[in-house]
């Protein structure tokens, strides 16, 4: 039972494009939402997180945006870099500090020169 | 040092075996974490230690035992494994408290191979 669940394994986009990476989920006790990147041969890195009492978070070329009634989140990057080819997890968590963080399943991005 | 060091980045070892992956940070979290991956999955929680007491055990069997000596430290002892549990063993470390952003900061891991 994949609580939390990205439906496209994988995106292509040109650079200098915007790229679009969505996450569902299913529990609706979900209150924390983060991004995180994953290169080869590394640990994840921290993007971005979002609040359920926002709507939308910024930071630099990443926004994610977040639509509770729906339980749907997405990852804007904007404009996209040849160097933000990585796989993209969302992860979810009741609230910070219960340490529990339900990843989902991955969307790998490639941007194209 | 805002790092999660893992130590060996890579294991092969026997099922009758016993070995232990260690992790460590140094940026005062009072949080830490194992995470096992496979191959094109994402990361599933196993263990977490808060202020160095186990918090969380996510139903892992026995054949891993999670050690925190101090808040610096986290170990994952490994005996009697088996061929299924090969798999990239991520540790992550997070603040806790008043402070928490909900961020973690994993380690490169520790690509795991059970011959």
């Known amino acids: 039972d994949q609580q939390v669940k990205q439906n496209s394994p994988s995106l292509s986009v040109q650079e200098g494009r915007i790229s679009i990476l969505n996450c569902d989920y299913t529990?609706?006790?979900?209150?924390?939402f983060l991004w995180y990147k994953k290169y080869p041969a590394e640990g994840p890195t921290f993007l971005i997180s979002i609040s359920s009492i926002k709507d939308k978070n910024e930071d630099g070329r990443f926004t994610v945006f977040l639509n509770k009634s729906a339980k749907h989140l997405s990852l804007h990057i904007v404009p996209s870099q040849p160097g933000d080819s990585a796989v993209y997890f969302c992860?979810?968590?009741?609230?910070?500090?219960?340490?529990?963080?339900?990843f989902g399943t991955g969307t790998r991005l490639k941007v194209l020169a | 040092d805002t790092e999660v060091t893992q130590t060996p980045k890579h294991l092969v070892m026997g099922m009758t075996n016993k070995k232990s992956l260690k992790c460590e940070q140094h940026?005062?979290?009072?949080?830490m974490y194992w995470y096992k991956q496979k191959a094109k999955k994402p990361p599933e929680l196993m263990f977490v230690y808060s202020y160095e007491k186990l918090s969380i055990n996510e139903s892992v069997p026995s054949r891993f035992s999670p050690e925190c000596p101090n808040s610096s430290l986290l170990n994952l002892h490994l005996h009697a494994l088996q061929p299924e549990d090969s798999a990239l063993y991520l540790c992550a470390s997070s603040v806790t408290g008043t402070a928490d952003t909900g961020e973690l900061f994993f380690g490169e891991g520790s690509r795991l191979t059970v011959l």
């Open positions: 529990n609706s006790m979900f209150d924390y």
């Open positions: 992860a979810a968590s009741v609230i910070p500090g219960t340490y529990k963080y339900i």
């Open positions: 940026m005062g979290h009072r949080a």
